[in-house]
Structure formats: C-alpha cells, structure tokens
C-alpha cells in the first residue's frame, strides 16, 4: 500500500469539471494510498459543487481510514474554505513538502 499519491488541480474547479475531479478523486480514495494530496497551486476558484465534492470524498475517505489534505492553496481560496469551515475539516499545507511530512510523521 502506497503512503499518498499527490493530484495536481490544475485549473479552476467549476461546473464544467467538477464531475472530472470527483472521479480522480474517488479513484485515488479507492485506491491503495492512506493519503491523497490535492494541490491547488493553480486553482483559482472553487464552486460549491466542487467544495461538496472535496468534502464528501473526505468523509468516505475517513471511513476507509484514509485522508485527504490540501496543499498551495491561494489566498482567494483561502477565504472561502476559512468562510465554509472546510479548513476545520480538512488539513491544508502551505507546500506538499509539508503534507507529505505530515504523512510520514502520522503513518509511524
């Protein structure tokens, strides 16, 4: 089994592909890794369907004893996930260097 697998966002997250990110996303929560790493360096902008889609992988994630963590998150992101409480829910890391410390840190 696999520590973590990092996926790479690597636009805006919208209506137009959201259901894309919930099927990678529950691919890799399916798969072999304890940790799946979302990176948001190049997100801009989250809808809500996309934040339901982060949220309610997170909690099937849990009951298969896995996690999932976010990383890079812009400051405009930020503001959202701090106003929806995603980040009392959720782990976010200023870099993946950090997450992945955090996996190898919570795996021993």
């Known amino acids: 089994m696999g520590l973590f697998k990092i996926l790479y966002l690597k636009e805006d997250i919208t209506l137009k592909n959201a259901h894309e990110l919930k099927r990678k996303i529950t691919r890799l929560v399916n798969g072999n890794s304890t940790y ?58 200023d870099s993946d260097r950090e997450a992945i410390a955090y996996c190898q840190q919570n795996n021993s």
Do not use: C, D, P
């Open 36 to 93: 799946i790493i979302l990176n948001m360096e190049k997100v801009g902008y989250i809808n809500g369907l996309g934040l339901e889609i982060i949220i309610q992988s997170s909690i099937i994630a849990r009951k298969k004893n896995k996690e999932i963590v976010i990383t890079n998150i812009g400051s405009s992101l930020r503001e959202s996930f701090h106003t929806t409480k995603l980040s009392t829910f959720i782990k976010w890391f």
